[in-house]
């Protein structure tokens, strides 16, 4: 197994794509998996359309079900910051992905994004791990 740590520097925004830095990673690796990991409390992995609305649909998504107030019994950090401990619940913070030919078969519209709702962490690490097969 071939591991490598990415530094995401994600700022304030919900979504960060990390596409390219996956398909940099398998390029020229032959056909197997590769384990996209996200190692925080507080975000998640997933697939989604990007630049067709689908990131203000998803920031809206998660403000209905899981709204940024009080109600939460985690209260440390920001305000709301208890929903940021519940993403990974709805958001998995693991992803596999077959690789075909040293590609990422992905959908057409397909990208690899990470979900971090947390404002109070501004940098992340994504772990991707590639297992030929």
Known sequence: ME???????VGDRL?????????GFVEGRGDG???VFAP??????ALMELGSGSEPDLADALDR???RDDRYRHRHGSAG??????????????LVLPVIGGMVALGAW??????????????RSVRCSFIAG
Do not use: K, W, Y
Request: zero cysteines; glycine letters at 6%; hydrophobic letters at 45%.
């Open 65 to 67: 079900l899981l709204p």
């Open 110 to 123: 397909q990208r690899v994004v990470l979900v971090d709702s947390n404002g109070d962490n501004p940098v």
């Open 40 to 45: 925080h409390a507080t975000a998640g992995l």
């Open 3 to 9: 591991t490598v740590v990415f530094r995401v520097e």
């Open 15 to 23: 979504v960060t794509d990390l596409t390219d830095r996956i398909a």
């Open 81 to 94: 910051h208890g929903a940021d401990h519940l993403l990974p619940v709805v958001i998995s913070p693991s």
């Open 33 to 35: 998996l590769v384990s």
